[in-house]
Structure formats: structure tokens, C-alpha cells
């Protein structure tokens, strides 16, 4: 079975511009996150899902950016308008969802903000 | 102070070596998960444990909730082994994951 999917794997975008990242999960898995790396550091948490619902967006900074899942499947995350300080990896990860489960996480999407 | 503190930041070893790497932290938790990330790679989980020792091949993952760490060992370490290993807690409260800066390991032939 293939694991969480995300796409693009690269996006280079110039200032202003809109972008949008797409997220797969793991068939059953109910719990979604969406996760922001910086070069170098450890991930933080952007937005978690529950099914179709956010569960914990404080970390999203609300007046650019995004999330939708809708039917509690595939995910979606946009930035608009993005900036030269959103170049990162965006990581989605799914759950069973129970809190002792295991989180599996994607291949990351490199955003290059020029 | 950051709720997970790992040690050390950076590693260098010799192939054949024995690598400790070490994480704290501060909340009570239901789970910790060890991961691994390659450079331009996604993250991969080595392991979930919840209390004592878990081993798969040559890594070794201890927990003692008590003192709220945990280690990831490798044993006859590989260069191939060389990415950054991610301590990341699950909070007993609201089933969030956090996670710690990472040890960038390598490993030299």
C-alpha cells in the first residue's frame, strides 16, 4: 500500500504568488497533519485534522495561509501570498488517529520562495 | 526552555562505531516516535515506544517515562546511517506530536 503522498516533491515560486500543496494520506488513517520545516530544524505543527475537522490550527498563521480537507480524506495546503520566509518543507503525516499510534509522514514538499 | 531537548546537536563517527543519541522532555506523554530524515528526503519512523526498549536490526530505542528520556542507539554504525534523527513526543494531552531539533549524524567510511 502506498504511504502518505504529497505533491509537488519541489515548487519554486516568485513573492506575491499563490501555492497550494496537496496531501494523500494513508487509507483509514483519520489524523492529518500538516508540518512546516525550517533548514535545520525539527518540524512544527501547522494544522491537525481530525477527519474533516482542524483540531489545532494555532500555528497557522491565519491571514496567508490555508488548509481544507475535505471528506476527511486528500488535504490541501495553500499560502497566498507567499513569502521569502515561507521557503521550507511542508511534511503532511496520518494517524489511526488513537494517541498511541503511529504517525507516518510523507516525502515533503521543498517550497522555494523567490 | 523547549519541551524536547536532544543530544547532541551534531555527531561524527567512524563506521563500525556505537552511536548514543539522547532526548528529553517536559510533558507527560502517551508515546515518543524516533524518526529519520535523510537530506531532501522525507521522514521515516524507526520506532514508537511507550515504556522499555524496542530494537529493529542495529538501532535500539529505550524510554524511561519516569525520567522522561529516551535514547536511540546504533550499533556497528554504516554511513549509510548518516541522517538527522528526530526525537518527537506524543503529548498525552490532545494527541499532539512535538518534535526536537534533530541530531544530524555522520558517519565516515
Known amino acids: 500500500e502506498a504511504g502518505v503522498v504529497q505533491s509537488p516533491r519541489y515548487k519554486i515560486i516568485e513573492k506575491k504568488q499563490p501555492v497550494a500543496f496537496w496531501c494523500n494520506p494513508i487509507s483509514g488513517h483519520n489524523t492529518l497533519y500538516w508540518y512546516r520545516q525550517n533548514l535545520g530544524q525539527g518540524p512544527e505543527l501547522l494544522i491537525r485534522?481530525?477527519?474533516?475537522?482542524?483540531?489545532?490550527d494555532s500555528q497557522l498563521p491565519k491571514d496567508r495561509f490555508s488548509a481544507e480537507r475535505l471528506k476527511g480524506v486528500d488535504s490541501t495546503l495553500k499560502i497566498q501570498p507567499a513569502e521569502l520566509g515561507d521557503s521550507a518543507v511542508y511534511l503532511c503525516a496520518s494517524s489511526l488517529g488513537a494517541a498511541n499510534t503511529e504517525a507516518f509522514f510523507g516525502q515533503g514538499t521543498r517550497l522555494t520562495v523567490v | 526552555k523547549n519541551e524536547v531537548e536532544q543530544s547532541p546537536q551534531n555527531l561524527t563517527a567512524q563506521e563500525g562505531e556505537f552511536i548514543t543519541i539522547n532526548c528529553s522532555y517536559s510533558v507527560g506523554i502517551s508515546a515518543l516516535h524516533w524518526l529519520q530524515q535523510h537530506p531532501g528526503g522525507g521522514i521515516v519512523s524507526l520506532f514508537m515506544l511507550s515504556s522499555g526498549k524496542k530494537k529493529h536490526g542495529r538501532l535500539i530505542a529505550t524510554i524511561n517515562i519516569q525520567e522522561k528520556h529516551s535514547s536511540l542507539h546504533i550499533t556497528a554504525s554504516h554511513p549509510r546511517d548518516s541522517a538527522v534523527y528526530i526525537c518527537?513526543?506524543?503529548?498525552?494531552?490532545?494527541?499532539?506530536?512535538?518534535f526536537g531539533g534533530g541530531t544530524r549524524v555522520l558517519v565516515k567510511p
Open positions: 518527537a513526543p506524543r503529548r498525552a494531552a490532545g494527541n499532539k506530536l512535538t
Open positions: 485534522y481530525e477527519n474533516e475537522e482542524a483540531v489545532d
